[in-house]
């Protein structure tokens, strides 16, 4: 569990702000990366508290820049970036801890029940909300053009859930997914075509029945035929 930098109580899981000296944690980023500040390199403003972005160089691999709020700390991830600092950041991950991930997924539920939605910093369009992963319990807000919404504290519990075999579960379970949807695929196709060889071998047998129908029509004929030639 996360401390104060302050303190050193406890942080609460899904807050940035100490319940006991009321001090405001970087924790997203200080003590996993070096950073440094730089002026605003856009427009781009906080959804949450209406001020320009400040942007911040990782140094992830070189020169790694995302923006962030000096105010409520969110995050802000052009396309691909958060997967990339995940993948940087959190290596050698072999095994999935079910009881962890559970516990993160708790630990981020949300203690207001309400559903906010935000705009994105860059095109002001309301932007989307989705689960980041199986059981990380986190709801990212993301514009399909232009990235991803973090608010603060969340980054580090995304970290925490990357450890514990998050991305793993998460792969696992889209590849049943994927193997499910192939079997459903494949249940379908062959449903048609049972389907489409049941009416053909009904058309076959309807044309079976017209032709005993003709046979036999040609069999009293000739009946016929005979029964004149022997009177």
């Known amino acids: 569990m996360s401390k104060c930098i302050n303190c050193s109580a406890p942080l ?9 000296c009321g ?16 002026e605003p390199e856009s427009d781009r403003i906080c959804p949450k ?11 992830v691999h070189g020169k790694f820049l995302i923006q962030r709020c000096d105010l409520c700390l969110g995050l802000f991830f ?4 958060l997967e990339a600092l995940l993948d940087a950041s959190v ?16 630990a981020m539920t949300p203690r207001e029940t309400k559903v906010m939605y935000i705009k994105c910093p860059v095109c002001s369009n309301l932007m989307n909300r989705s689960s980041f992963g199986a059981k990380s319990g986190v709801i990212v807000d993301r514009c399909k053009e232009h990235g991803i919404w973090l608010n603060g504290g969340e980054l580090r519990h995304l970290f925490e859930w990357r450890k514990a075999g998050g991305k793993l579960l998460h792969e696992q379970r889209e590849a049943e997914k994927k193997e499910l949807e192939k079997k459903e695929q494949e249940s379908k196709a062959l449903e048609r075509n049972i389907y489409s060889e049941q009416i053909d071998l009904s058309g076959y047998t309807m044309s079976g029945s017209r032709s005993r129908k ?18």
């Open 12 to 20: 609460p899981s899904n807050s940035i702000e100490c319940e006991y």
């Open 23 to 38: 001090s405001r944690n970087d924790t997203d980023l200080k003590g996993i990366h070096h950073f440094t500040t730089h």
């Open 49 to 59: 508290c209406n001020i320009s972005l400040r942007t911040i160089d990782l140094k």
């Open 78 to 81: 052009d396309p691909g970036e």
């Open 91 to 106: 290596q050698h991950v072999y095994a999935i801890n079910l009881k962890k991930l559970d516990n993160i997924n708790k």
């Open 214 to 231: 003709d046979d036999v029509d040609i069999i009293d004929v000739l009946k016929g035929v005979a029964s004149w030639l022997l009177q």
